[in-house]
């Protein structure tokens, strides 16, 4: 039973992985090319469309325009188990382990597309529409890597191959944005989320779970919610902007399918979210730009809920209000971007972001399938003026591996470690009109 109890342990937080952008704890570090060629610094500066996701309030000052984007997402994650682990007693039994070695998740290469159509409907108003998300995640390994913890004398614990979740998010917002004078505007987009979730391999976790038939391999399940983004821009003077915006809890149907493995019966909700920062303009040609976002995981409980509690032969910890969740807790980010117009057709950006861990060290080994332990992103971009209406842009974003050590009570004196590095391209194209 302590096996068992190891690997559901792992197991629950396997499911609860998140995204591939799995950058910021699991949000994008920015949404469209000029955004992410900053870093996601855009919050008092309006670049493109896409940054009505961060702040819709920018909207009103980009004019009538149409973008679309796609980025190649290239994470490279997984975990290490070290060989310090003592054997169980044949008699008495003992804490399980995972065998000793590197778990490279197979996949690693994702197509990420966006969207956004800005209208003005006058000089101090603008309507649009905004498509993108936070990706999907997609851990994938190999082999049925819980097969140790499988009960022999319980064939519905054997585990299957391959083992691993996908988790996607998407959304479409509505926005609006009006000027009330020539300082101030505002903006509100009203959002359509949907998430898909699929788990495999996860047979030996079933005996801790409040809903046995609704922990893996049941296919992948939709679920639908609405949010609610608001936003503030404000020029100061002639060379200061400042930014705000605030997105409210995104209620999410439960995923009924996998409702004894999420806490609260399948329940996962968007956290809240908010943005502050500025934009100053050193030069006509030279802008520099400061944000700062905090993301409130704590307040959903399938990723806040501590995961290093011990298990315990006969407890339900998977599916209940008060099972375990990822431990995590709320992830604050600092943004830094410039951008500089080097000649009338050609614009170069960069920027710079660092994060604080989404969670300590004793929730490590339990996140071995969701190692979203990034907290850096270098990032730079150009974008070039083709014509009066038509524009290009790219942008680069490299975060450099972190690794993240860790033991946990189920498994004994055994020790391991995450790590995760990333790339992604993002090209977009700009019609105005």
């Not at 950058?23 to 493109?48: Q, R």
């Not at 705000?244 to 409702?259: C, G, L, V």
Request: aromatic content about 12%; proline content about 6%; overall charge negative.
């Amino acid at each position: 039973m302590k096996k068992r109890a190891l690997a559901l342990a792992v197991a629950c937080l396997t499911a609860s992985s998140m995204p591939t952008l799995a950058t910021n704890g699991y949000w994008s570090h920015g949404y469209g090319p000029k955004s992410k060629a900053m870093a996601g610094a855009c919050v008092a500066l309006p670049l493109e469309g896409m940054c009505n996701a961060i702040n819709p309030a920018g909207a009103v000052h980009l004019g009538s325009s149409m973008e679309l984007g796609i980025s190649l997402f290239a994470p490279n994650h997984g975990f290490h188990a070290n060989a310090d682990w003592i054997p169980p007693d044949p008699a008495t039994g003992g804490p399980a382990h995972i065998p000793a070695g590197t778990y490279a998740s197979d996949k690693s290469l994702f197509l990420i597309p966006s969207f956004n159509y800005n209208r003005m409907l006058d000089e101090r108003s603008a309507i649009g529409l905004t498509v993108g998300g936070n990706g999907g995640m997609n851990t994938d390994y190999r082999g049925a890597i819980f097969q140790n913890f499988s009960h022999p004398m319980m064939p519905s614990t054997t585990a299957s191959s391959p083992t691993g979740i996908d988790l996607m998010q998407g959304f479409v917002g509505l926005n609006y944005a009006y000027q009330l004078d020539g300082r101030h505007s505002f903006g509100a987009m009203p959002f359509l989320a949907v998430q898909s979730f699929e788990a495999k391999g996860l047979q030996p976790f079933t005996p801790f779970s409040k809903h046995p038939d609704k922990v893996t391999n049941n296919g992948r399940d939709i679920a639908y919610g609405a949010g609610l983004r608001l936003g503030w821009m404000g020029q100061i003077n002639d060379a200061l902007t400042l930014g705000a915006s605030y997105q409210t809890r995104a209620s999410m149907q439960k995923f009924d399918s996998y409702a004894g493995l999420f806490a609260e019966e399948g329940s996962f909700d968007i956290p809240s979210n908010f943005d502050l920062g500025f934009a100053y303009r050193l030069h006509p040609e030279l802008v520099f730009s400061f944000g700062y976002q905090h993301i409130q995981y704590s307040s959903v409980k399938s990723l806040a809920n501590e995961s290093d509690m011990p298990f315990i032969p006969g407890q339900i910890l998977l599916g209940c209000n008060d099972c375990i969740g990822f431990g995590w807790g709320d992830v604050q980010v600092y943004r830094l971007g410039v951008q500089w117009d080097f000649s009338p057709e050609l614009t170069l950006r960069a920027g710079y972001s660092r994060a604080n861990d989404a969670f300590p060290d004793s929730q490590a080994l339990l996140n071995v399938l969701a190692p979203a332990v990034v907290r850096e992103h270098f990032t730079f971009g150009a974008g070039y003026q083709i014509n009066p209406k038509n524009e290009i842009n790219f942008a680069v974003t490299y975060a450099p591996e972190e690794k993240v050590d860790g033991r946990n009570v189920n498994t004994g004196p055994q020790t391991g470690h995450l790590y995760m590095d990333q790339w992604d391209l993002t090209v977009g194209w700009t019609l105005y009109f």
